[in-house]
């Protein structure tokens, strides 16, 4: 059955070879903000009523909301849980889903250092680095190149979010590939440069480039976990089996312990049958890893890109914001329930 949607709801492969109803409403840019210690949610889909068991209210996703209340403090940080955010389809909403992941819980009280590893800089310039700016500079690539004489420590940056740190890059990663595929063991050079940053977050959070090169597999065989943004169009689910498929060869031959944390729906226009039919398809495919919250579209995200902020700096109120403190409080309510990361 259909489920009605109100109006308003808003690698080449180189391993070949080798709601729920919130607590408060959300506020709009003319009302204060709202503390994230309330519960929040995905605006839900459909009313108590129109559902056949009296008090279930299902998501965009056609399944009964839980609901998720802003992560409790830390006593302590680290080590940290490493995620790649991966798709090797450009264009889904990746690098805006890792800058404002990372701010939302680097908001909820989370230490979060973010990877840049991608040649064109995008993470850097949505954080307010100009990759031209870096000459001079040591960047991903120094890492990358010798770990042991430039340590990620060496190279972190701060930015305007208190609690999240930046390793920036600029084209000069584009040659990494080249120098490191002559090189024993290479799928693990951002694993061993990880080692010094490690004990320090919470979370560590990688951009990768849109392709599935040597640099995606080394960010897959440093990462404890994976999330998939993928926009909500039916050409996207096919590249989205073939990352699949690379993330099990990466498991079976260089990282046992990779997992899939969840797919994310991005750019979801609610209105149409067609995101409807997308998502259910991406439902059928990987079942409960995809996530309950989904990322709308709108107007807020190229501005703060331009910006070079999060949403959760330049519109706080916003719907856009709020997706994302949804999908942080989600992820660590699912690795918290796994046992993945502390309490």
């Known amino acids: 059955m259909t489920v009605p949607i109100p109006q ?5 492969d180189p391993l070949a070879a080798t709601a729920m109803p919130v607590s ?25 009523e129109e559902t056949k068991s009296p008090g279930v209210i299902l998501g965009l996703t056609g399944r009964p909301l839980p609901t998720f209340s802003a992560p409790k403090p830390l006593s302590s940080h680290g080590p940290a849980y490493i995620i790649a955010m991966t798709n090797q389809k450009g264009g889904v909403g990746k690098t805006t889903t890792t800058i404002n992941l990372g701010a939302a819980l680097a908001e909820a009280g989370r230490k979060v250092l973010m990877v840049d590893m991608d040649p064109q800089g995008s993470l850097s310039i949505g954080l307010g680095v100009n990759p031209d700016d870096l000459g001079g500079k040591r960047t991903v690539y120094d890492m990358l190149m010798d770990s042991s004489s430039v340590p990620a420590s060496d190279v972190v940056m701060k930015t305007s979010v208190t609690g999240l740190d930046l390793l920036p890059a600029n084209i000069q990663l584009s040659a990494a590939e080249l120098r490191l595929a002559g090189e024993v063991a290479s799928e693990y050079a951002l694993d061993r440069a990880f080692e010094s940053v490690r004990p320090l977050y919470d979370y560590i959070l990688i951009d990768c480039q849109p392709s599935l090169g040597l640099l995606t597999v080394n960010a897959l065989t440093a990462a404890d976990g994976v999330v998939i943004p993928m926009e909500c169009e039916f050409f996207a689910l096919r590249g989205v089996e073939m990352l699949r498929e690379t993330i099990t060869k990466v498991q079976e031959r260089l ?26 398809a991406v439902l059928d495919a990987f079942g409960d890893s995809v996530f309950h919250t989904t990322i709308s579209r709108t107007v807020k995200f190229p501005e703060t890109t ?3 902020v999060s949403i959760i700096e330049q519109a706080p109120n916003s719907s856009g914001a709020q997706n994302y403190r949804n999908l942080a409080w989600e992820l660590v309510s699912r690795l918290e329930a796994q046992g993945s990361v502390a309490k």
């Open 24 to 48: 408060a409403p959300i506020a709009t840019e003319s009302t204060p903000v709202l503390p994230i210690d309330h519960e929040a949610s995905v605006t839900p889909i459909v009313t108590t």
């Open 8 to 12: 308003d709801q808003s690698l080449s």
């Open 255 to 280: 990282n046992n312990r990779l997992t899939i944390d969840g797919v994310l729906p991005t750019m979801v226009d609610a209105r149409t049958l067609h995101t409807r039919e997308t998502i259910q």
């Open 306 to 308: 331009k910006a070079g």
